[in-house]
Nanobody
């Protein structure tokens, strides 16, 4: 079974940064594409970024533009999401998900077969 464990969330002040981690276990890490999403209370899930592990191609959605960097460590089987200049409106539960391809025009849940439980990010003003 493929399992994903997201971590790194927390409470930060506006303007600060966080780096989220997503550890992927099971299967062959290099086969996967791993995406990041977020969902705030009462709002729809938003696709943030996606990376294809085998060639490290990265894709970003329209949310949090210019403030995100996604990367991966093949040895640790971990995908990271660096988030900068966080604002209160970035408060949400952040999820990682894995599939076999990224949707590159918009970051969507299409093909994302495996999901982690999410990590809470709270940004105070």
């Amino acid at each position: 079974d493929v399992q994903l464990q997201a971590s790194g969330g927390g409470l930060v002040q506006a303007g600060e940064s966080l780096r989220l981690s997503c550890v992927v276990s099971g299967g062959t890490f290099s086969d996967y594409a791993v995406a990041w999403f977020r969902q705030a209370p009462g709002k729809e899930r938003e696709g943030l970024s996606c990376i294809t592990i085998n060639d490290h191609s990265t894709y970003y959605g329209e949310f949090m533009k210019g403030r995100l960097t996604v990367s991966s460590d093949n040895v640790k089987k971990t995908v990271y999401l660096q988030m900068n200049s966080l604002q209160p409106e970035d408060t949400a539960v952040y999820y990682c998900a894995a599939g076999y391809y990224c949707t590159i025009i918009h970051i969507t849940t299409e093909g994302m077969n495996y999901w982690g439980k999410g990590t809470q990010v709270t940004v105070s003003s």
